[in-house]
């Protein structure tokens, strides 16, 4: 498949960063559309990269920016959704997904790359995250008979410097006096490296064959949340004691913290008042999400590890690490 010039949606994020990167490097030009240009010139430094602003629920914007593209990736998804009945997420992960294939058959594109996350299921996940992601999968696949090659990602939880997973705990961590409880302590992730995550799209991006496959990806290891927090404090160098929280508790928390961020100036001034409580967030939405571990049965599992990156840029912020940098400095 000859493919020039890509669309990235959500380009500007942490996957899409690293997926532009890497068609910048194979000298495929990128057209990104954000809503705040203005906060991503450090990617206009890449050969080849355009970042336009546009509200991509826009149609006719959205039609006019992919005038020229020979294919399209759709990254742009939300984890956490300030109404309490899923309407944000079905209107990101299915309302506009809809609209974007309507945009790429008006503009006679015939490769599009979607992502999803693992276990999306528009029928049976317990959380609508996962069901609005299911659904937008779906409607999406539907055209990969109408002339329109789709392949659909389904990541674990992706690690890599700027991530808001291992970053988010840290931040947590950090702020949280020696005892620090742990919601959904049992339940499990298959980390994947980001880069992995761009490998993988880039290569299946050009190869007909992958029209109409939804793709799995996991890290090569499994852990517990609990060995998740564990692993982070290690790498922190700091000593904290860890407490499972029973899972009536991870729910009221989950609630309490709906309610805080639902009425207005309460989430603005507790992220004030209380540190670490914009980094705590945890949703009843998660908490359901968290309820399937984020596991694969058969997938496309990547080679990298949690121990082989993460300590390359949580170790920067290891106490011991800052120290010894600083002595054999002065
Ligand atoms: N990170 C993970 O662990 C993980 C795991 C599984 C699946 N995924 C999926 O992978 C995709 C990329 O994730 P990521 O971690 O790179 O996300 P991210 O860093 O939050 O980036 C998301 C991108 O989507 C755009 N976006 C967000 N909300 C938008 C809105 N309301 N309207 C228009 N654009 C919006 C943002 O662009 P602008 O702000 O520039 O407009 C941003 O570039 C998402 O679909 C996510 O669900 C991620």
């Known amino acids: 498949m000859n493919i020039n010039k890509v669309c990235v949606l959500g380009g500007t994020g942490f996957v899409g960063s690293a997926i532009v990167s890497k068609l910048a490097a194979m000298g495929i030009k990128t057209r990104l559309i954000s809503r705040h240009p203005e906060r991503h010139r450090d990617l206009l430094v890449l050969p080849n990269v355009e970042v336009v602003e546009a509200d991509v629920n826009d149609f006719n914007r959205l039609s006019y920016y992919l005038h020229n593209i020979d294919a399209v990736i759709n990254l742009i998804g939300i984890l956490n959704d300030n109404t309490l009945d899923g309407a944000g997420f079905r209107r990101m992960h299915i309302d506009f997904p809809k609209l974007l294939v309507q945009a790429c058959q008006k503009n006679n594109i015939k490769r599009l790359v979607h992502m999803s996350a693992l276990h999306a299921d528009a029928g049976t996940a317990p959380s609508h995250y996962l069901r609005s992601k299911g659904e937008g999968e779906n409607h999406l696949h539907i055209y990969s008979d109408k002339g329109i090659q789709i392949t659909t990602f389904r990541p674990s939880v992706i690690f890599g410097p700027n991530d808001d997973f291992f970053n988010r705990f840290a931040k947590l961590l950090k702020v949280t006096p020696l005892i620090c409880p742990v919601p959904r302590a049992n339940s499990r992730f298959a980390p994947v490296f980001v880069g992995d995550v761009a490998d993988s799209i880039v290569k299946h991006l050009t190869d007909p064959n992958s029209n109409g496959l939804r793709i799995d990806l996991c890290g090569p290891h499994t852990y517990s949340m609990m060995e998740i927090m564990q692993y982070t404090a290690s790498v922190l160098g700091i000593k904290r004691k860890f407490i499972a929280l029973p899972d009536r508790l991870s729910r009221l928390m989950a609630h309490m913290s709906d309610i805080a961020n639902s009425i ?8 004030m008042l209380i540190p670490g409580f914009k980094e705590a967030r945890f949703s009843i939405d998660n908490y359901r999400s968290l309820l399937v571990d984020s596991v694969c049965d058969d997938a496309e ?12 840029y949580l170790g920067e912020q290891n106490s011991q690490h800052r120290y010894d940098k ?5």
Do not use: C, H, Y
């Open 326 to 330: 600083f002595r054999s400095g002065a």
């Open 264 to 271: 207005p100036l309460i989430s603005p001034a507790m992220n």
């Open 301 to 312: 599992t990547q080679k990298t590890a949690i121990e082989d990156i993460v300590p390359q």
